[in-house]
């Protein structure tokens, strides 16, 4: 199964608040379910500031409310969930869309404990073998 790493706080959007657009500079003609990993890349500042981004496009939350920073620094590095692409578009009225593209995503369903599992750029490939060894995920967000 195919999987792309997502940096965090915007992995943790995905899974848990709705986030329905991933937003990147390239398109792909990629269609289906894949791992959500969860980017091992961490700078307390740059996310701190992220997360203010999450906070401006939920509305009147505070950060906390809805971006644990423990859980989103103890995903990294990790395989964390599954989400569905059902298309790429170049404009979308989905309030997470800011980017060249769009990969439009559903289904999103959230491992119990993240996975340690080494990311890779653009989509990248986890053996079948691992999805046999994950304990059951939650309900995927509605």
């Known amino acids: 199964m195919k999987a792309l790493s997502v940096r965090a706080p915007w992995w943790w959007a995905i899974l848990h608040l709705g986030k329905d657009i991933e ?32 906070s401006f496009i939920m509305g009147d939350q505070t950060p906390e409310e809805f971006c644990p920073y423990g859980e989103l620094r103890e995903g990294c590095g990790c395989i964390v969930g599954t989400v569905q692409i059902v298309d790429c578009v170049k404009a979308s009225d989905s309030k997470w869309f800011f980017g060249d593209y769009g990969f439009v995503l559903t289904n999103p369903v959230a491992f119990p404990k993240p996975i340690p599992f080494k990311g890779a750029l653009r989509f990248f490939d986890v053996p079948d073998s691992f999805l046999a060894s994950q304990p059951a995920p939650e309900q995927p967000h509605e």
């Open 23 to 54: 937003n990147r500079d390239w398109a792909t003609n990629f269609r289906g379910t894949i791992y959500l990993h969860a980017g091992k890349f961490w700078n307390g500042a740059e996310i701190e500031k992220d997360i203010g981004d999450v």
